[in-house]
């Protein structure tokens, strides 16, 4: 996995997070208290002089880990975040494909319109997948949050300019450029505090984080961030290995996306 | 580590995304489980394994074996880090290749060998505008060669008429430098180690010239200090965006346009004050005299002042035809006014009388409503470019000469 210059990429995720303040009437963030977001939130607070200028976002369909609501309270508290929690119910019958798309978009859409947000923050990441190396760092969805994939906006330059149609919005994506292993660089740098849920016991950690429901861990003796560090200069598994919605069709990532999936 | 930045570019079916897949395989670059699903998809429609599968992800693309947009893949060779950029050889996706090859630095172009391919007006097109975006080293991949047996008078003959139009092409767009290397994308010849189909080639392989060309261009050229305004961030200062030279405490400086004359007192980057910043810094700054600052405008030391007007001459590119242009420079937007001079004509590389055409490259006067700061292209690249939309969106871009 390739090792990118921090610097640059701390710049840029700056630079176009400004942007999207200035450009923007009202911003929110979606943080899902994974490594992505919360590294957003930590680049955040340098671009907007210590303090996250936007709400952040917590779908929660009651189902994330106690580790992931007790990390949610320390941070939101630590660092004085503006936090919306938008309950999504959990039907039993529903899952995977169907579950992203019901529950967790159903409660995003709800969130979105009761707020007026009219540009949202995802920590998203080219190498994570490859329908997410096809994004572009600001990009329109329209009112019922679909992603018009084969009509992108020109994005030239640092000329971030899309806008998003009437009762539409835009997905703002500052961490495209990231790989995995810079964000783990990053942390380490910035010391910024992290889900337990990353750090090995007994032989397993969770790599990418979703909900109890569709999260498997991966077999890793990582028991610090340096050892995450070091496991992932040689892995040669996917990030999202343990994320069931993503495999139970072809072009599912595709299809939650299209449908306004995060 | 730096990431040199490829764009592949040529006509559509010329095998950009075979190519850049089989790089990744080539180089281990991707995991199996990426590999296995292209493979997968590659037997549900009944094709064999299809390489560009690792890039086009979208179903459409798949199933119409077509790239929609760009994409991008990261790879390792000989301790340099490289992103290829993927990007759609259409006529009708041209905004997304201008996208993709925007943020480029080296070009391969892709021009199949096979009968009845060969160069076209795209593959030309696409030559002319990396041309024109600046890429002076521009590596040539003769592709397909598999289908033509390995033959060597199949490459010549793509050599001989590019290298021609590449000659004269020279004059109205400056020279580059082009190698070309004979290869099969789909059978992995010449692309990171030498093919014994082709024992007749004896020069590197396409990944060695990439190498050589992405990691010899040497440093960027630095001017003196050139920083953008991005904007005021809410009483704590100026955003802006160094793009040479250095900022430091206590400078004297120039805001242009409107010669605003200030001293440096602030600087903050990342958070934390600092005594100076650097070229591809975003600090906040504070400036005084306190004035508001324009977005676009550009901050320099008072006595090395950037180019400030509303008049300028221009290679413009045109993806469609405007109606009442805008165009954006470096966050500045202003009306303008473009007047077409001579086009350059896609069949010799000449510049010859025209008329404002889709996709067509232009000689052009451009006169805006409000006076911008901005450099020539060849000066200084970030502030020497911008993009020209009107109230239907994207329209072309231009370089300022």
Redesign the interface.
Same mark, same amino acid.
């Given at each position: 996995m390739i090792e990118q210059n921090l610097s640059e990429l701390e710049e840029k995720s700056i630079y176009i997070m400004r942007e999207a303040k200035m450009k923007f009437k009202n911003i929110g963030a979606l943080w899902s208290m994974g490594k992505d977001s919360t590294t957003m939130l930590a680049i955040a607070r340098k671009a907007f002089m210590g303090k996250v200028p936007f709400p952040v976002i917590h779908i929660d369909n009651s189902i994330d880990f106690p580790e992931t609501y007790k990390f949610r309270d320390y941070l939101a508290k630590k660092w004085d975040l503006d936090l919306i929690v938008a309950k999504s119910e959990i039907k039993p019958e529903i899952s995977g494909f169907s579950c992203c798309g019901a529950n967790k978009t159903e409660a995003l859409k709800r969130v979105m319109a009761e707020y007026g947000f009219d540009a949202l923050i995802v920590s998203i990441r080219r190498d994570e997948h490859s329908i997410r190396a096809k994004e572009r760092y600001v990009s329109p969805r329209d009112k019922d949050f679909v992603w018009d994939y084969k009509n992108q906006p020109a994005e030239l330059w640092d000329d971030y300019s899309s806008k998003a149609k009437k009762g539409g919005h835009v997905r703002v994506h500052p961490l495209l450029d990231w790989n995995e292993i810079d964000i783990w660089r990053y942390i380490k740098k910035e010391h910024i505090p992290i889900n337990a849920l990353y750090i090995s016991r007994n032989g397993y950690r969770y790599r990418s984080l979703g909900c109890t429901h569709c999260t498997v861990p991966i077999k890793s003796d990582a028991g610090n961030v340096d050892e995450i560090i070091k496991e992932l200069k040689t892995t040669n598994v996917e990030e999202r290995s343990g994320r069931e919605q993503d495999k139970e069709k072809e072009y599912i990532m595709q299809r939650l996306r299209s449908l306004g999936y995060m | 580590?730096?990431?040199h930045k490829i764009v592949m570019l040529g006509n559509k079916d010329h095998g950009k995304s075979t190519l850049i897949g089989n790089m990744l395989m080539l180089t281990?670059s991707i995991?199996?489980?990426?590999i296995d699903?292209a493979k997968?998809?590659s037997r549900?429609l009944g094709i064999p394994f299809e390489p560009g599968f690792?890039?086009d992800?979208?179903?459409?693309e798949r199933e119409k074996a077509m790239t929609?947009?760009?994409?991008?893949?990261?790879l390792?060779y000989k301790n340099s880090?490289f992103e290829l950029i993927d990007v759609p050889g259409h006529e009708e996706l041209i905004?997304?290749m201008?996208?993709g090859a925007?943020?480029a630095g080296t070009a391969v172009l892709m021009v199949s060998a096979k009968h009845g391919e060969g160069i076209s007006k795209q593959t030309k097109r696409h030559l002319l505008i990396a041309m024109m975006l600046g890429m002076r080293n521009i590596v040539v991949a003769v592709n397909k060669m598999d289908s033509e047996g390995y033959k060597i008078e199949s490459f010549g003959e793509v050599r001989n008429r590019l290298s021609a139009f590449i000659s004269s092409a020279h004059e109205s767009m400056g020279a580059v430098n082009a190698e070309f290397v004979p290869i099969s994308a789909y059978n992995g010849d010449n692309l990171i180690s030498k093919s014994e189909n082709m024992e007749w080639y004896g020069g590197p392989t396409l990944m060695e010239l990439i190498y050589r060309y992405a990691t010899g261009t040497g440093k960027r050229r630095d001017i003196g200090l050139r920083a953008v305004v991005? /904007?005021e961030?809410?009483g704590?200062g100026l955003?802006c965006?160094v793009v040479s030279g250095r900022l430091f405490t206590g400078q004297r400086v120039a805001v242009n346009p409107g010669r605003l004359l200030c001293t440096v007192n602030r600087i903050?980057r990342?958070?934390r004050s600092v005594p100076q910043a650097g070229a /591809?810094?975003?600090p906040?700054i504070n400036l005084s005299p306190y004035s508001i600052m324009q977005?676009g405008g550009v901050i320099s030391e008072a006595t090395d002042m950037p180019m400030v007007g509303r008049n300028f001459s221009a290679f413009i590119f045109l993806s469609r035809i405007p109606k009442n242009p805008s165009i954006?420079i470096?966050?500045a937007e202003a009306k303008c006014h473009i007047r077409i001079g001579r086009e350059l004509d896609i069949n010799t590389g000449r510049l010859k009388e025209g008329r404002a055409v889709s996709l067509g490259i232009y000689r052009a006067s451009i006169k805006t409503l409000d006076e911008l700061a901005f450099e020539k292209f060849n000066t200084l690249t970030?502030l020497g470019?911008f993009?020209i939309?009107d109230s239907a969106?994207?329209s072309g871009?231009g370089i300022i000469i």
């Amino acid at each position: 996995m390739i090792e990118q210059n921090l610097s640059e990429l701390e710049e840029k995720s700056i630079y176009i997070m400004r942007e999207a303040k200035m450009k923007f009437k009202n911003i929110g963030a979606l943080w899902s208290m994974g490594k992505d977001s919360t590294t957003m939130l930590a680049i955040a607070r340098k671009a907007f002089m210590g303090k996250v200028p936007f709400p952040v976002i917590h779908i929660d369909n009651s189902i994330d880990f106690p580790e992931t609501y007790k990390f949610r309270d320390y941070l939101a508290k630590k660092w004085d975040l503006d936090l919306i929690v938008a309950k999504s119910e959990i039907k039993p019958e529903i899952s995977g494909f169907s579950c992203c798309g019901a529950n967790k978009t159903e409660a995003l859409k709800r969130v979105m319109a009761e707020y007026g947000f009219d540009a949202l923050i995802v920590s998203i990441r080219r190498d994570e997948h490859s329908i997410r190396a096809k994004e572009r760092y600001v990009s329109p969805r329209d009112k019922d949050f679909v992603w018009d994939y084969k009509n992108q906006p020109a994005e030239l330059w640092d000329d971030y300019s899309s806008k998003a149609k009437k009762g539409g919005h835009v997905r703002v994506h500052p961490l495209l450029d990231w790989n995995e292993i810079d964000i783990w660089r990053y942390i380490k740098k910035e010391h910024i505090p992290i889900n337990a849920l990353y750090i090995s016991r007994n032989g397993y950690r969770y790599r990418s984080l979703g909900c109890t429901h569709c999260t498997v861990p991966i077999k890793s003796d990582a028991g610090n961030v340096d050892e995450i560090i070091k496991e992932l200069k040689t892995t040669n598994v996917e990030e999202r290995s343990g994320r069931e919605q993503d495999k139970e069709k072809e072009y599912i990532m595709q299809r939650l996306r299209s449908l306004g999936y995060m | 580590m730096r990431i040199h930045k490829i764009v592949m570019l040529g006509n559509k079916d010329h095998g950009k995304s075979t190519l850049i897949g089989n790089m990744l395989m080539l180089t281990k670059s991707i995991s199996q489980e990426r590999i296995d699903e292209a493979k997968r998809i590659s037997r549900a429609l009944g094709i064999p394994f299809e390489p560009g599968f690792l890039l086009d992800s979208f179903s459409d693309e798949r199933e119409k074996a077509m790239t929609i947009d760009t994409s991008r893949a990261q790879l390792v060779y000989k301790n340099s880090a490289f992103e290829l950029i993927d990007v759609p050889g259409h006529e009708e996706l041209i905004t997304n290749m201008l996208t993709g090859a925007s943020s480029a630095g080296t070009a391969v172009l892709m021009v199949s060998a096979k009968h009845g391919e060969g160069i076209s007006k795209q593959t030309k097109r696409h030559l002319l505008i990396a041309m024109m975006l600046g890429m002076r080293n521009i590596v040539v991949a003769v592709n397909k060669m598999d289908s033509e047996g390995y033959k060597i008078e199949s490459f010549g003959e793509v050599r001989n008429r590019l290298s021609a139009f590449i000659s004269s092409a020279h004059e109205s767009m400056g020279a580059v430098n082009a190698e070309f290397v004979p290869i099969s994308a789909y059978n992995g010849d010449n692309l990171i180690s030498k093919s014994e189909n082709m024992e007749w080639y004896g020069g590197p392989t396409l990944m060695e010239l990439i190498y050589r060309y992405a990691t010899g261009t040497g440093k960027r050229r630095d001017i003196g200090l050139r920083a953008v305004v991005q /904007g005021e961030m809410q009483g704590n200062g100026l955003a802006c965006k160094v793009v040479s030279g250095r900022l430091f405490t206590g400078q004297r400086v120039a805001v242009n346009p409107g010669r605003l004359l200030c001293t440096v007192n602030r600087i903050i980057r990342a958070g934390r004050s600092v005594p100076q910043a650097g070229a /591809g810094a975003s600090p906040v700054i504070n400036l005084s005299p306190y004035s508001i600052m324009q977005r676009g405008g550009v901050i320099s030391e008072a006595t090395d002042m950037p180019m400030v007007g509303r008049n300028f001459s221009a290679f413009i590119f045109l993806s469609r035809i405007p109606k009442n242009p805008s165009i954006k420079i470096n966050g500045a937007e202003a009306k303008c006014h473009i007047r077409i001079g001579r086009e350059l004509d896609i069949n010799t590389g000449r510049l010859k009388e025209g008329r404002a055409v889709s996709l067509g490259i232009y000689r052009a006067s451009i006169k805006t409503l409000d006076e911008l700061a901005f450099e020539k292209f060849n000066t200084l690249t970030e502030l020497g470019r911008f993009t020209i939309y009107d109230s239907a969106g994207f329209s072309g871009l231009g370089i300022i000469i």
